[in-house]
Structure formats: C-alpha cells, structure tokens
C-alpha cells in the first residue's frame, strides 16, 4: 500500500485476511443480501432515509433521528461489550477482533467528516439510505449515488495530495 | 386527509435497537465490520477506470459481502415502497413541517420532495447543486473520514473510538451549515 499510515483506509486494508462464513460463497453472499434488505426495511420504515426526517434533524425539530442513532450507538455498544466479555467467536470460530482506527492528525476525520455532512444535508441521505430511497422508486437518486461513487473515485485519485 | 394516507413511522425505541444490531451480526456471521460508505469505494473499483492505488485491490474478496448488503437496502426499500400506500405523507413535527414550508416545499407526500428530487428539477441550478454537488461531497467527504454514519457513527462510536467522534462531530458541522446556510439560500428563503 501507500507510505501514509494514518490514513482512515488503513483499517480497510489490513483486514484483508480471509474470512468466511463458513458458507459457501453463493450462500454466504446470500445472507448478506437478506441481512442487507432488513436492514433496508428497518431504514426505510423509521424514515430515517428521509430528506424531511434529516432536515428535522439538522433543525433540532424532533428527537426521534436522535433517538435512533442514540439507542442504534448503545445497543452496538453493549453487544460489543458483551462480545469481549465473553470471548463470543464469529460463526467460522474465528477470534472477533475490530481494527482500531488510527488518529493521525485527525485532518481526515474532521475536513472529510463536514463535507460529507455538507452534502447529507443537501441530499438528505447518506451512502445507505441513497440506495434504499431508489428502491423506494425515487429513481432520479441514480444522480447523486452515481454523483457520490465519482467524488470517492475523485479522492481515490487526490489522495497522495492531501493532508492525512 | 384519511388516516391511511400517513406514513407510519417506527419509533426510535425500536429501528434504533434493530439498527445497532445489526454490528454484532455481521460480526457473528462473519467477523465483518458495519460499514456502508465502503461500498462506493468497491464500486469504483469494480466499474470504474482506476489508476489510483487507492482502487488496486481485490473488490470481490474484501467487498463482495458488502456488496451484497447493498443491493439488499436497494430491495429492502423496493419491500416497504411495495407495502406503503402511494402518495402516503410524512408526518413531521409541527416545528420542521412550517421550516419546510417557508424553503418552498408545499408536497410532504413520499420520502423525499418531489419538488427538489426530480429529473426535472435536474435542469434547474439547485437541483444539480443538491444532487450532483451533495453526492459528490458525500462520496469525498466519505473516502477522506474512511466511513459514514454507519461505520463512524454507529460502529465507531460504539467501539469508542475517538476518530469516529471527530467524523460525527464534523458530518454535524458540516449538517449544520448545509441546513442553516447553504440550503436556504439555495431555496431563496
């Protein structure tokens, strides 16, 4: 990989040791695909992947988009808990382990962090919510997750350039 | 208006849970971290043209389950579209309803405004602003912080991992601004 180590992918990239779940291929992708679709539903019935529920939001107008990432933060945070205590292994018996993120000079997390938040506000949906909105039948949400892959691909290509 | 014709909305006391449980299950199932943002990365690895380093890897061995996650939120969301009444409307507080009334927004029916969500909307100056301008900063934004809201804001926050609070407090600011400044003075308001 690259000489600069704390960048936020590093993460990504050293978990590139293989993993399983033990499944065949087909059958494992298919899992994902029904853990993804419930979590489709889930999304799209707390109307979390509304413009209105995010401009709500942003106004301090109604708690409930607090509520969800507060409540969805501990539940994750109490189950990784009790993962750790009880030394709980992934279906293929595998140690579970989570990549610590490396701070560097937190230029990534804070520049990066507000211009995605600048473009959540406008479109009103983040990378999840986009796609569950174009199955919602919104196709016209082709523009900003076709918009959104080519500003990723624009930082994969200025990378080198910037402050990490 | 008839009681059908509002969209019920899950309370947080219940999406949130369902929500943050979904980082233990993909863990469990296969030591996979919650993450979506990554998806666009794979994406532009496996469609686009990349000479850069940062898209030279093997998309289908360390993005294939996500991958397959994604296209999942796509039918996740085809599910409830299939199920909810057409033309269903948002049932907001009275607060955000009257904010987004006096941006212009006058049809609270369906997720997003058909007003500023449209192809149509595309040929005017705010609707390539929102659209194209708000994609490509979420795409950016998003590979620069290394996650979104679900691998910064959930799983990060719930891991406590002090760069994640960083990115949350940015991708508020950075909501802030677009909400209080930049979005009123595309809407004239």
């Given amino acids: 990989m690259t000489t600069i180590a704390a960048a936020p992918d590093a993460a990504l990239m050293s978990d590139v040791r293989p993993k399983s ?36 939001m942003f106004r301090f107008q109604a708690f409930h988009m607090f509520g969800v990432l507060g409540s969805a933060v501990l539940t994750a945070g109490l189950s990784l808990q009790l993962i750790r205590r009880f030394g709980t292994r992934a ?41 569950a909105v174009l199955g919602s039948g919104v196709t016209v949400f082709l523009v900003p997750i076709i918009s959104a892959m080519v500003g990723t691909w624009l930082y994969g290509h200025l990378r080198p350039r910037l402050p990490h | 208006m008839q009681a059908d014709d509002v969209m019920r909305v899950w309370p947080w006391y219940i999406a949130g849970p369902l929500i943050g449980l979904f980082v233990p299950a993909l863990l469990l199932v296969g030591n996979r971290m919650f993450g979506i943002s990554s998806n666009l990365r794979h994406a532009c690895a496996a469609v686009l043209p990349a000479r850069a380093e940062f898209f030279r890897y093997d998309w289908r061995r360390i993005g294939g389950w996500n991958l397959a996650f994604a296209v999942g939120i796509l039918l996740g969301g085809v599910i409830v579209a299939l199920t909810t009444a057409p033309g269903a409307t948002m049932q907001l507080s009275a607060a955000a309803h ?45 590979a620069y912080a290394g996650g979104c809201t679900s ?3 959930i799983s990060g926050l719930a891991d406590l991992q002090l760069p994640s609070l960083v990115a949350t407090l940015g991708f508020f600011a950075g909501g802030l601004l677009g909400t209080w400044v930049v979005l009123p003075l595309l809407l004239g308001a």
């Fill in chain 1, 21 to 56: 779940t033990g499944l065949p291929r087909v059958a494992e992708l298919a899992v994902y695909l029904a853990l993804g679709t419930l979590f489709g539903i889930v999304l799209t019935k707390a109307q979390v992947v509304s413009w209105f529920r995010i401009q709500e």
């Fill in chain 1, 91 to 131: 279906m293929d018996g595998s140690e579970i382990s989570i990549p610590p993120k490396s701070m560097g000079r937190g230029t990534p997390y804070w520049l990066g962090g507000s211009l995605f938040g600048l473009g959540w506000a406008l479109v009103g949906a983040c990378p999840g919510p986009l796609l």
């Fill in chain 2, 98 to 142: 009257d904010s987004m009334a006096s941006l212009g927004v006058t049809d609270f029916s369906g997720v997003v405004p058909r007003e500023l969500f449209s192809w149509s909307a595309l040929t005017t100056l705010r609707g390539v602003v929102m659209m194209v301008g708000g994609g490509l900063l979420i795409g950016f934004g998003t």
């Fill in chain 2, 151 to 153: 691998g910064h804001a």
